[in-house]
């Protein structure tokens, strides 16, 4: 089932914040964040495998809730290279299976 | 070193034609991972391979589409007869089995089928 994402887009001045949320109605085993680039391929961000589990990749962090089968991805301080489509993936609970569910995507524009 | 390539770039074709994509994975990479990307239903994983063994072809659409790994270097999705509604941009991805969950996606394959 394919997870769902919010806001679907946002609209950001350099230096500002946003958070974008992933969840999911089935419980979440693992949640891997994927940004895109008009015109692009999907480039990795990070995986978040544990409830609880908080990453970062610069400016960029995530968190995973187990229990509420929910993820969000911090941007801060936002630069203009943030802008793309950023996609949440959930993966199965099957051991062995590597196959990953996209979000829809939400659209994040980051303007001077 | 390489990236994930994938030919042609675009493709622009009559319905019923048959289309055939093309990947190359990353050298010493395990798996392979063929999407489907359009604005209604986002990205769909069609199919993955490993060590070129087809393991879950469960998002395939329909007896139309097939694919292919005849070995580590190359792998085909093909498309026969094309309907207007396969028009998309197909991702192929690859990955190692040490960083399996890291996934390297290719420039994508923009299809368009009149």
């Known amino acids: 089932q394919q997870p769902v994402q919010s806001p679907q887009a946002v609209i950001l001045r350099e230096g500002e914040d946003a958070v974008i949320n992933c969840s999911s109605s089935?419980?979440?085993?693992?949640v891997h964040w994927y940004r895109q680039k008009h015109g692009e391929a999907p480039v990795f961000l990070m995986i978040?495998?544990?409830?609880?589990e908080q990453k970062g990749h610069e400016k960029i962090s995530a968190s995973f809730n187990e229990k509420k089968q929910q993820s969000s991805l911090y941007l801060t301080a936002s630069q203009l290279s943030y802008s793309g489509t950023y996609f949440c993936?959930?993966?199965?609970?099957?051991?062995?299976?590597?196959?990953?569910?996209f979000g829809k995507g939400t659209k994040l524009s980051v303007i001077p | 070193d390489a990236g994930v390539i994938q030919s042609p770039r675009h493709e622009v074709t009559e319905m019923g034609q048959e289309v055939t994509l093309r990947c190359k994975p990353i050298?010493?990479?395990?798996?392979l991972f063929w999407y489907r990307q359009t604005m209604m239903r986002g990205l769909e994983l069609l199919i993955y391979?490993?060590?070129?063994?087809?393991?879950?072809d469960s998002g395939m659409p329909e007896d139309r589409f097939s694919a292919k790994m005849p070995n580590a270097s190359f792998s085909t999705l093909k498309i026969q007869p094309s309907e207007p509604r396969d028009s998309a941009v197909y991702f192929c991805?690859?990955?190692?089995?040490?960083?399996?969950?890291?996934?390297?996606f290719g420039p994508g394959t923009r299809l368009l089928v009149l």
């Open positions: 991805a690859s990955s190692r089995l040490v960083d399996r969950w890291t996934q390297y």
């Open positions: 089935k419980a979440l085993y693992s």
């Open positions: 978040l495998l544990k409830g609880g």
């Open positions: 993936g959930t993966g199965p609970s099957g051991a062995g299976s590597y196959q990953l569910t």
């Open positions: 050298s010493g990479h395990d798996y």
């Open positions: 391979f490993n060590n070129n063994v087809p393991i879950d």
